[in-house]
């Protein structure tokens, strides 16, 4: 079946650690995104790319990186700047461009820091 | 600046009862919208979308939708909630003005009474 694969679904990272949470696709989707979301809030854009090997920051992009060598791949990585990386996280993929083309998620990755 | 407001963050109705989940939106351009439902620690499901097809969208397990754009609203109505409806709902809007990003309200936590 054609879907959105995130692993692990729980993570435990250490302090100063670097994390890395796998996002993969078989939609044939050109455009990928990385949201957080923190318990009882909503989603809010950490990066997002619209085609392989280009991405850009979203709203909250500091303590985190990612890459996009291949389309069905959009792995994010926590790194030991974001100070308070505690929170469920959503890959998600759509068709690019202009049109509103619906966005399908994943099932999410918990992160805790231990 | 564009966005999307969710008017009640909890709503709590009894089984069999309506349900109403009110979202507004303002943007300089006619959006796409979108309601999505997320259960406990999954990723978020797509319930329907409006494009400008029909202001009256339906969507899955009975939840429809209507699109007025007098009153920038996109409210999510089921005449009977079900148990299985307690959930978190997202109202989400793609702004057809170039910028690539979906715009997602606060959320609105459903309870169903039995």
């Known amino acids: 079946d054609g879907g959105i694969t995130q692993s692990p679904k729980y993570l435990f990272r250490k302090e100063g650690q670097n994390v890395t949470l796998s996002c993969e696709q078989n939609?044939?989707?050109?455009?990928m995104y990385w949201y957080r979301q923190d318990p009882g809030q909503g989603l809010r854009l950490i990066y997002y790319?619209?085609?392989?090997?280009?991405?850009q920051k979203g709203d909250i992009a500091e303590g985190y990186s990612v890459s996009r060598e291949k389309k069905e791949s959009f792995p994010l990585t926590v790194t030991s700047a974001q100070k308070n990386p505690t929170a469920f996280y959503l890959c998600?993929?759509?068709?690019?461009?202009?049109?509103?083309?619906?966005?399908?998620f994943g099932e999410g990755s918990w992160l805790t820091v231990v | 600046a564009q966005s999307v407001t969710q008017l009640d963050s909890h709503v709590s109705v009894s089984e069999g009862t309506p349900v109403l989940l009110r979202c507004n939106y303002s943007s300089s351009y006619s959006p796409s919208l979108f309601w999505y439902v997320q259960h406990p620690n999954k990723g978020l499901q797509l319930l329907l979308k409006y494009t400008s097809a029909a202001t009256l969208v339906k969507g899955i397990n009975g939840f429809e939708a209507e699109f007025k754009k007098s009153e920038t609203s996109f409210h999510l109505t089921k005449p009977s909630a079900h148990m299985s409806d307690a959930a978190e709902y997202f109202c989400v809007a793609f702004p057809t003005s170039g910028t690539y990003k979906y715009i997602f309200g606060t959320g609105t936590r459903l309870k169903v009474l039995a």
């Open positions: 939609l044939n989707h050109d455009a």
């Open positions: 998600a993929s759509s068709i690019a461009g202009i049109s509103g083309y619906t966005i399908y």
């Open positions: 790319s619209q085609i392989v090997n280009d991405f």
